[in-house]
Protein backbone atom coordinates (compact mmCIF):
# COMPACT_ATOMS: atom_id res chain seq x y z
CA UNK A 1 0.00 0.00 0.00
CA UNK A 2 1.02 3.46 -0.93
CA UNK A 3 0.29 6.06 1.97
CA UNK A 4 -0.05 10.15 1.25
CA UNK A 5 3.72 10.62 2.82
CA UNK A 6 4.80 8.12 0.75
CA UNK A 7 2.95 9.09 -2.60
CA UNK A 8 4.49 12.82 -1.39
CA UNK A 9 7.82 11.61 -1.26
CA UNK A 10 7.19 9.46 -4.68
CA UNK A 11 6.64 13.04 -6.42
CA UNK A 12 9.57 14.83 -4.69
CA UNK A 13 12.12 12.00 -5.36
CA UNK A 14 10.31 12.31 -9.44
CA UNK A 15 11.30 16.05 -9.53
CA UNK A 16 14.69 15.83 -7.94
CA UNK A 17 15.05 12.38 -10.54
CA UNK A 18 14.11 14.55 -13.46
CA UNK A 19 16.18 17.27 -12.93
CA UNK A 20 19.37 15.19 -12.33
CA UNK A 21 18.11 13.50 -15.88
CA UNK A 22 18.01 16.69 -17.44
CA UNK A 23 21.75 17.69 -15.76
CA UNK A 24 22.99 14.70 -17.31
CA UNK A 25 22.34 13.52 -20.22
CA UNK A 26 22.86 15.16 -24.04
CA UNK A 27 19.69 13.55 -25.63
CA UNK A 28 17.16 16.81 -26.30
CA UNK A 29 14.63 13.99 -27.07
CA UNK A 30 14.72 12.33 -24.22
CA UNK A 31 14.71 15.38 -21.82
CA UNK A 32 11.69 16.75 -23.88
CA UNK A 33 9.98 13.03 -23.86
CA UNK A 34 10.55 13.26 -19.83
CA UNK A 35 9.05 16.58 -19.12
CA UNK A 36 6.05 15.74 -21.53
CA UNK A 37 5.57 12.27 -19.76
CA UNK A 38 5.05 14.36 -16.45
CA UNK A 39 3.20 17.00 -18.12
CA UNK A 40 0.93 14.75 -19.45
CA UNK A 41 0.52 12.28 -16.60
CA UNK A 42 -0.79 15.35 -14.15
CA UNK A 43 -2.59 17.15 -16.46
CA UNK A 44 -4.97 13.67 -17.26
CA UNK A 45 -4.55 12.41 -13.80
CA UNK A 46 -8.29 13.59 -13.14
CA UNK A 47 -9.84 12.20 -16.39
CA UNK A 48 -7.32 9.14 -17.96
CA UNK A 49 -5.04 8.42 -15.47
CA UNK A 50 -2.11 5.72 -15.73
CA UNK A 51 -0.99 4.32 -12.36
CA UNK A 52 1.34 2.02 -11.24
CA UNK A 53 -0.13 0.91 -7.49
CA UNK A 54 -1.24 4.34 -7.19
CA UNK A 55 -3.35 7.59 -9.10
CA UNK A 56 -1.32 9.79 -7.17
CA UNK A 57 2.16 8.21 -8.71
CA UNK A 58 2.37 9.32 -11.82
CA UNK A 59 5.59 11.23 -12.05
CA UNK A 60 7.67 9.26 -10.06
CA UNK A 61 6.16 6.09 -12.51
CA UNK A 62 7.16 7.94 -15.66
CA UNK A 63 10.97 8.95 -14.27
CA UNK A 64 11.66 5.44 -13.51
CA UNK A 65 10.52 4.36 -16.24
CA UNK A 66 13.02 6.41 -18.29
CA UNK A 67 15.42 5.55 -16.01
CA UNK A 68 15.16 1.47 -16.91
CA UNK A 69 15.21 1.90 -20.15
CA UNK A 70 11.52 1.94 -20.39
CA UNK A 71 9.77 3.17 -23.59
CA UNK A 72 6.93 5.51 -22.70
CA UNK A 73 3.69 3.71 -23.00
CA UNK A 74 1.53 7.26 -23.29
CA UNK A 75 1.26 8.54 -27.14
CA UNK A 76 -0.07 11.82 -28.24
CA UNK A 77 -0.91 10.17 -31.28
CA UNK A 78 -4.29 7.73 -30.78
CA UNK A 79 -4.41 4.17 -31.63
CA UNK A 80 -5.01 3.47 -35.45
CA UNK A 81 -6.87 0.26 -36.85
CA UNK A 82 -5.91 0.07 -40.84
CA UNK A 83 -9.28 -2.03 -40.73
CA UNK A 84 -11.76 -1.45 -37.86
CA UNK A 85 -13.09 -4.67 -36.08
CA UNK A 86 -16.47 -5.28 -34.88
CA UNK A 87 -16.56 -5.60 -30.80
CA UNK A 88 -20.12 -6.04 -29.58
CA UNK A 89 -19.44 -4.85 -25.28
CA UNK A 90 -22.80 -6.01 -23.81
CA UNK A 91 -22.87 -5.77 -20.66
CA UNK A 92 -19.33 -4.12 -20.39
CA UNK A 93 -20.71 -0.98 -23.15
CA UNK A 94 -19.55 1.46 -20.07
CA UNK A 95 -15.35 0.62 -20.73
CA UNK A 96 -15.89 1.11 -24.45
CA UNK A 97 -14.93 4.40 -24.37
CA UNK A 98 -12.29 4.32 -21.30
CA UNK A 99 -10.33 1.71 -23.51
CA UNK A 100 -9.60 4.05 -26.24
CA UNK A 101 -7.29 5.52 -23.92
CA UNK A 102 -5.18 2.23 -23.67
CA UNK A 103 -2.65 1.46 -26.26
CA UNK A 104 -3.22 -1.93 -25.48
CA UNK A 105 -6.71 -1.08 -26.28
CA UNK A 106 -6.74 -3.88 -29.32
CA UNK A 107 -6.12 -6.80 -26.86
CA UNK A 108 -9.19 -6.57 -24.41
CA UNK A 109 -11.57 -6.09 -27.64
CA UNK A 110 -9.79 -9.28 -29.59
CA UNK A 111 -10.81 -10.81 -25.38
CA UNK A 112 -13.80 -9.65 -25.69
CA UNK A 113 -14.96 -10.10 -29.62
CA UNK A 114 -14.07 -14.05 -28.32
CA UNK A 115 -15.91 -14.33 -25.44
CA UNK A 116 -12.56 -14.33 -23.85
CA UNK A 117 -13.97 -12.97 -20.60
CA UNK A 118 -14.88 -13.74 -17.06
CA UNK A 119 -18.24 -11.55 -15.54
CA UNK A 120 -17.76 -10.97 -12.01
CA UNK A 121 -20.21 -8.34 -11.32
CA UNK A 122 -19.98 -8.64 -7.15
CA UNK A 123 -19.60 -5.62 -4.98
CA UNK A 124 -18.18 -4.35 -1.34
CA UNK A 125 -19.17 -1.08 -0.09
CA UNK A 126 -18.55 1.03 3.10
CA UNK A 127 -18.89 4.41 4.54
CA UNK A 128 -20.41 5.98 1.21
CA UNK A 129 -18.15 4.22 -1.27
CA UNK A 130 -18.91 1.60 -3.67
CA UNK A 131 -16.50 -0.50 -5.94
CA UNK A 132 -17.73 -2.90 -8.27
CA UNK A 133 -15.62 -6.08 -9.90
CA UNK A 134 -16.86 -6.04 -13.36
CA UNK A 135 -15.05 -8.58 -15.07
CA UNK A 136 -11.42 -9.79 -15.84
CA UNK A 137 -9.11 -11.69 -18.59
CA UNK A 138 -6.05 -13.34 -18.48
CA UNK A 139 -3.54 -15.91 -19.60
CA UNK A 140 -0.23 -17.10 -17.99
CA UNK A 141 1.39 -14.04 -18.18
CA UNK A 142 -1.00 -10.73 -17.12
CA UNK A 143 -4.34 -10.47 -16.04
CA UNK A 144 -6.93 -7.00 -16.90
CA UNK A 145 -9.38 -6.19 -14.09
CA UNK A 146 -12.31 -3.73 -14.92
CA UNK A 147 -14.47 -2.54 -12.12
CA UNK A 148 -16.16 0.46 -11.56
CA UNK A 149 -16.25 2.99 -8.37
CA UNK A 150 -18.88 5.08 -6.91
CA UNK A 151 -19.72 7.74 -4.18
CA UNK A 152 -22.86 9.16 -2.66
CA UNK A 153 -23.59 12.94 -3.33
CA UNK A 154 -21.44 13.49 0.12
CA UNK A 155 -18.29 13.00 -2.12
CA UNK A 156 -17.08 13.92 -5.44
CA UNK A 157 -14.41 10.80 -6.67
CA UNK A 158 -11.42 11.70 -7.47
CA UNK A 159 -10.10 7.78 -8.67
CA UNK A 160 -8.75 4.70 -7.42
CA UNK A 161 -5.92 5.38 -5.47
CA UNK A 162 -4.92 1.33 -5.04
CA UNK A 163 -6.61 -1.72 -7.03
CA UNK A 164 -4.59 -4.45 -5.82
CA UNK A 165 -4.66 -8.78 -6.28
CA UNK A 166 -4.81 -11.16 -3.20
CA UNK A 167 -3.58 -15.14 -4.32
CA UNK A 168 -5.86 -16.42 -1.13
CA UNK A 169 -4.07 -19.79 -1.71
CA UNK A 170 -0.57 -18.62 -1.64
CA UNK A 171 -1.35 -15.78 0.54
CA UNK A 172 1.05 -13.20 -1.14
CA UNK A 173 -0.04 -10.00 -3.71
CA UNK A 174 0.35 -10.24 -7.66
CA UNK A 175 2.27 -7.72 -8.80
CA UNK A 176 0.28 -4.85 -10.45
CA UNK A 177 2.06 -3.25 -13.68
CA UNK A 178 -0.72 -0.18 -13.79
CA UNK A 179 -3.75 0.75 -15.10
CA UNK A 180 -5.97 3.36 -15.98
CA UNK A 181 -9.45 4.94 -15.01
CA UNK A 182 -12.16 7.95 -16.18
CA UNK A 183 -14.97 9.33 -15.05
CA UNK A 184 -18.89 8.48 -16.48
CA UNK A 185 -19.71 10.85 -18.76
CA UNK A 186 -23.67 12.59 -18.31
CA UNK A 187 -24.51 15.03 -21.20
CA UNK A 188 -20.92 15.00 -22.36
CA UNK A 189 -19.66 16.11 -18.47
CA UNK A 190 -17.98 14.18 -16.19
CA UNK A 191 -19.78 12.26 -13.28
CA UNK A 192 -17.81 12.92 -10.21
CA UNK A 193 -19.59 10.27 -8.56
CA UNK A 194 -18.74 7.16 -10.84
CA UNK A 195 -15.74 6.20 -12.07
CA UNK A 196 -14.33 3.65 -14.29
CA UNK A 197 -11.13 1.44 -14.17
CA UNK A 198 -8.85 -0.75 -15.45
CA UNK A 199 -5.95 -2.40 -13.86
CA UNK A 200 -3.23 -4.64 -15.20
CA UNK A 201 -1.76 -7.48 -13.28
CA UNK A 202 1.38 -9.26 -13.75
CA UNK A 203 1.11 -13.02 -13.66
CA UNK A 204 4.52 -15.49 -13.10
CA UNK A 205 3.48 -18.76 -15.32
CA UNK A 206 6.77 -20.33 -14.01
CA UNK A 207 4.30 -20.24 -10.59
CA UNK A 208 1.06 -22.12 -9.87
CA UNK A 209 -1.80 -20.76 -12.13
CA UNK A 210 -4.16 -18.56 -9.32
CA UNK A 211 -7.30 -19.73 -8.48
CA UNK A 212 -8.48 -18.21 -5.07
CA UNK A 213 -8.09 -14.04 -5.63
CA UNK A 214 -9.34 -11.44 -3.68
CA UNK A 215 -9.62 -7.85 -5.05
CA UNK A 216 -8.66 -4.88 -2.76
CA UNK A 217 -9.60 -1.70 -3.58
CA UNK A 218 -9.50 1.80 -1.99
CA UNK A 219 -11.12 4.64 -3.38
CA UNK A 220 -10.09 8.61 -3.19
CA UNK A 221 -12.45 10.98 -2.98
CA UNK A 222 -12.62 14.84 -2.39
CA UNK A 223 -15.30 16.96 -0.85
CA UNK A 224 -18.26 18.55 -3.11
CA UNK A 225 -16.92 21.28 -5.80
CA UNK A 226 -13.49 20.40 -5.13
CA UNK A 227 -13.24 17.99 -8.58
CA UNK A 228 -13.72 21.66 -10.63
CA UNK A 229 -10.46 23.12 -8.48
CA UNK A 230 -7.60 23.35 -10.75
CA UNK A 231 -5.33 22.59 -7.24
CA UNK A 232 -7.10 19.27 -6.62
CA UNK A 233 -5.01 16.32 -6.52
CA UNK A 234 -1.98 18.93 -5.56
CA UNK A 235 -2.86 19.59 -1.78
CA UNK A 236 -3.08 15.73 -0.40
CA UNK A 237 -4.96 17.21 3.02
CA UNK A 238 -7.99 17.85 0.90
CA UNK A 239 -8.27 14.17 0.02
CA UNK A 240 -10.70 11.47 1.60
CA UNK A 241 -9.71 7.49 1.64
CA UNK A 242 -12.52 4.51 1.58
CA UNK A 243 -11.46 1.85 3.76
CA UNK A 244 -9.91 -1.27 2.11
CA UNK A 245 -12.64 -2.83 -0.27
CA UNK A 246 -12.64 -6.53 -1.07
CA UNK A 247 -14.21 -8.48 -3.42
CA UNK A 248 -13.35 -12.60 -3.61
CA UNK A 249 -13.84 -14.73 -6.65
CA UNK A 250 -12.65 -17.38 -8.09
CA UNK A 251 -10.58 -17.29 -11.69
CA UNK A 252 -12.05 -18.77 -14.26
CA UNK A 253 -9.61 -21.82 -15.33
CA UNK A 254 -10.55 -21.43 -19.12
CA UNK A 255 -7.62 -18.75 -19.02
CA UNK A 256 -4.58 -21.01 -18.31
CA UNK A 257 -5.40 -23.44 -21.19
CA UNK A 258 -3.40 -21.14 -24.22
CA UNK A 259 -0.03 -21.73 -23.06
CA UNK A 260 2.44 -19.52 -24.15
CA UNK A 261 4.41 -19.51 -27.52
CA UNK A 262 8.25 -19.42 -27.86
CA UNK A 263 9.59 -18.45 -31.11
CA UNK A 264 13.68 -17.97 -31.22
CA UNK A 265 13.66 -15.74 -34.14
CA UNK A 266 17.27 -15.26 -34.79
CA UNK A 267 16.84 -12.00 -37.13
CA UNK A 268 19.89 -8.76 -36.59
CA UNK A 269 18.34 -5.12 -37.30
CA UNK A 270 20.75 -2.53 -37.49
CA UNK A 271 19.93 0.14 -34.74
CA UNK A 272 22.22 3.56 -35.33
CA UNK A 273 24.91 1.14 -36.19
CA UNK A 274 24.89 -1.54 -33.92
CA UNK A 275 23.68 -4.94 -34.56
CA UNK A 276 20.74 -5.92 -32.37
CA UNK A 277 19.39 -9.79 -32.39
CA UNK A 278 15.47 -10.22 -32.22
CA UNK A 279 16.32 -13.22 -29.90
CA UNK A 280 13.31 -13.85 -28.42
CA UNK A 281 9.13 -13.94 -28.95
CA UNK A 282 6.66 -15.05 -26.30
CA UNK A 283 2.85 -14.87 -27.91
CA UNK A 284 -0.02 -15.58 -25.69
CA UNK A 285 -3.69 -14.16 -26.29
CA UNK A 286 -3.08 -11.14 -23.95
CA UNK A 287 0.47 -10.16 -24.98
CA UNK A 288 3.30 -10.14 -27.35
CA UNK A 289 7.13 -9.59 -25.81
CA UNK A 290 10.10 -9.15 -28.08
CA UNK A 291 13.56 -9.67 -26.71
CA UNK A 292 16.44 -7.70 -28.27
CA UNK A 293 19.90 -8.62 -27.35
CA UNK A 294 23.30 -6.50 -28.81
CA UNK A 295 25.29 -9.04 -30.63
CA UNK A 296 28.73 -6.88 -29.57
CA UNK A 297 28.34 -7.35 -25.56
CA UNK A 298 31.29 -4.11 -25.53
CA UNK A 299 28.51 -2.33 -26.81
CA UNK A 300 26.04 -2.85 -23.56
CA UNK A 301 26.53 0.90 -22.17
CA UNK A 302 23.88 3.34 -21.32
CA UNK A 303 25.35 5.33 -24.24
CA UNK A 304 24.35 2.62 -26.66
CA UNK A 305 21.20 1.85 -25.69
CA UNK A 306 20.07 5.71 -25.27
CA UNK A 307 21.60 6.15 -29.07
CA UNK A 308 19.86 2.45 -30.45
CA UNK A 309 16.46 3.85 -28.73
CA UNK A 310 16.42 7.06 -30.39
CA UNK A 311 17.29 5.31 -33.69
CA UNK A 312 14.28 3.11 -33.06
CA UNK A 313 11.62 5.93 -34.16
CA UNK A 314 8.50 3.67 -33.57
CA UNK A 315 7.53 0.49 -33.55
CA UNK A 316 4.70 -1.42 -33.95
CA UNK A 317 3.47 -5.25 -35.29
CA UNK A 318 0.42 -5.56 -37.74
CA UNK A 319 -2.05 -8.21 -37.60
CA UNK A 320 -3.37 -9.65 -40.57
CA UNK A 321 -6.86 -11.76 -40.28
CA UNK A 322 -9.74 -13.00 -42.52
CA UNK A 323 -11.19 -9.48 -41.17
CA UNK A 324 -7.95 -6.85 -42.67
CA UNK A 325 -4.71 -5.68 -40.76
CA UNK A 326 -4.72 -4.33 -37.39
CA UNK A 327 -2.05 -2.59 -35.50
CA UNK A 328 -0.91 -4.45 -32.26
CA UNK A 329 0.87 -1.26 -31.08
CA UNK A 330 3.98 -1.37 -28.59
CA UNK A 331 2.76 -1.55 -24.64
CA UNK A 332 5.69 -1.05 -22.71
CA UNK A 333 9.54 -2.01 -22.65
CA UNK A 334 12.65 -2.17 -20.03
CA UNK A 335 16.08 -3.45 -20.09
CA UNK A 336 17.37 -6.10 -19.68
CA UNK A 337 21.04 -7.30 -18.90
CA UNK A 338 22.49 -7.47 -22.41
CA UNK A 339 19.81 -5.34 -24.47
CA UNK A 340 15.58 -4.48 -24.13
CA UNK A 341 12.66 -6.56 -24.48
CA UNK A 342 9.42 -4.71 -25.98
CA UNK A 343 5.66 -5.36 -25.26
CA UNK A 344 3.05 -5.24 -27.55
CA UNK A 345 -1.21 -6.01 -27.71
CA UNK A 346 -2.36 -9.01 -28.52
CA UNK A 347 -4.83 -10.75 -30.92
CA UNK A 348 -3.65 -13.85 -31.29
CA UNK A 349 -7.38 -15.09 -30.32
CA UNK A 350 -8.69 -13.87 -33.73
CA UNK A 351 -6.15 -16.77 -35.30
CA UNK A 352 -3.99 -14.23 -37.34
CA UNK A 353 -2.69 -15.23 -41.08
CA UNK A 354 0.61 -13.42 -39.68
CA UNK A 355 2.33 -11.18 -38.04
CA UNK A 356 4.52 -8.52 -39.18
CA UNK A 357 6.84 -6.76 -36.98
CA UNK A 358 7.50 -2.72 -38.15
CA UNK A 359 10.44 -0.84 -36.53
CA UNK A 360 10.81 2.77 -38.38
CA UNK A 361 14.36 3.84 -37.66
CA UNK A 362 16.20 6.96 -38.41
CA UNK A 363 19.68 6.46 -40.53
CA UNK A 364 20.84 9.90 -41.71
CA UNK A 365 18.38 11.37 -41.26
CA UNK A 366 15.54 9.26 -43.09
CA UNK A 367 12.91 7.11 -41.81
CA UNK A 368 13.88 3.69 -42.78
CA UNK A 369 10.91 1.33 -42.13
CA UNK A 370 12.41 -2.54 -41.28
CA UNK A 371 9.57 -5.51 -41.44
CA UNK A 372 10.25 -8.74 -40.03
CA UNK A 373 7.53 -11.66 -40.29
CA UNK A 374 7.27 -13.11 -36.77
CA UNK A 375 5.10 -15.93 -38.28
CA UNK A 376 8.04 -18.01 -39.87
Not at 121 to 148: C, H
Not at 305 to 325: F, H
Not at 328 to 356: C, H, Q, R, W
Request: negative net charge; glycine residues 6%.
Amino acid sequence: MINSREEQAMLSDAARLQRHIQAELSSSDLRIAVQSGMERGIRNSKRSALTTCSLFGLAAAAVTAILLFIIPIIHEEPRTALVPQTVNWGELQAFKELNTYDNDAATLESAIRNDYIQLINKSAGAQGYRITLNAVTADENKMTVLYTATTGEEQELYGVSSSKMYNIITQSYLTSSGGMGAHDKVLGQDNYHKFYGKTVIVLDRSKPFPKELQAEFQIASVNPGKMDDPKTGTILADMHYSPRLKISFTLDPKFKKTVTRILYPDKTVILDGHEVLLSKLELSPLMISARFTLKNPDENSWEARLKINEASLRTVIKSKTEDGVLEMPMVSGNGTEDGFEKVYASNLLDNPESLILELTTNTSDEAVKLRINLSK
